[in-house]
């Protein structure tokens, strides 16, 4: 289980383990271990009160105080600046400096039949959790009074349904200031890699995909399979999309890339 505001990962049933793979256990608790030290520093980069300049460990000890804090109002942005959801290899992304902004579901187009059965139950899965996820933080953002629920600092939680202003206000539906304040609402931009003929048939195929779609609560692309061209949904139909450029920005790692910001930053080509 993974803590996502202390970054604090519980590992069960350890004592099932055969003695053979024991050493394999060590190794892969040691990655989960760096890799929560590296996501602490890059979530700390958002949060004013931790400093641009801090060490690895020193983000994990300010995520777990954070955490801990039972006066601390944004203890981690969870989804906050949500934009893109990538179904797709992830070798077509792997390099690439998304600043946590994407949802990344796996989807080998090569391992599918040619009725796309297995991208639909990928879709139907993924797509409305994703484009739910995404539109809750748009709509808190835009009106935060009247489809978020405020600032959470007066709030009481009432029947265990809900929260409430103090003690006499109606339920209040959505999500607090504190947790969208940072958020750039935009609708989500959904990538999948396939072909505009199988997607079509996907959309006709799956009403609650194509509501999304048609009614553009997402915006879809399709990447093709065979190569880097895209093609965006619009009307009922696909075009291609030229890019108005051609080259991007590298650097030597995402630290390298993002240290030193907090506001967003455009996607980088990491070296390693």
């Known amino acids: 289980m993974h803590n996502t505001s202390s970054e604090e990962i519980v590992w069960y049933d350890l004592n099932l383990i055969p003695e053979t793979r024991r050493k394999e256990l060590e190794s892969l608790q040691h990655l989960f271990k760096e890799a929560a030290r590296r996501n602490a520093h890059e979530r700390c980069r958002r949060f004013e009160s931790a400093p641009l300049s801090c060490s690895f460990e020193e983000a994990r000890r300010h995520v777990e105080s954070r955490a801990e804090d039972l006066a601390q109002v944004r203890p981690e942005w969870g989804h906050a600046t949500n934009a893109v959801c990538i179904i797709g290899r992830r070798q077509r992304t792997r390099g690439l400096f998304l600043d946590r902004r994407a949802f990344l579901v796996s989807y080998d187009p090569t391992q599918d039949g040619p009725d796309g059965a297995v991208l639909g139950r990928i879709l139907q899965a993924a797509l409305p959790v994703c484009a739910g996820i995404n539109l809750e ?107 108005t450029e051609r080259h991007l920005p590298h650097a030597s790692s995402s630290v390298a890339w993002y240290r030193g910001w907090r506001e967003h930053l455009e996607f980088a080509r990491i070296e390693t």
């Open 137 to 243: 933080y748009y709509f808190s953002r835009v009106d935060n009074v009247g489809y978020g629920c405020g600032t959470k600092l007066p709030h009481n939680i009432t029947a265990l349904v809900g929260v409430m202003d103090g003690a006499a206000s109606d339920l209040r539906t959505g999500l607090p200031w504190q947790m969208v304040e940072i958020h750039e609402p935009m609708r989500l931009i959904c990538v999948v890699e396939t072909t505009p003929t199988q997607m079509q048939q996907l959309l006709s195929r799956l009403p609650v995909i194509g509501r999304l779609v048609h009614n553009e609560w997402v915006y879809l692309v399709v990447l093709d399979p065979d190569s880097a061209g895209l093609h965006f949904y619009h009307q009922g139909q696909f075009h291609p999309y030229q890019p």
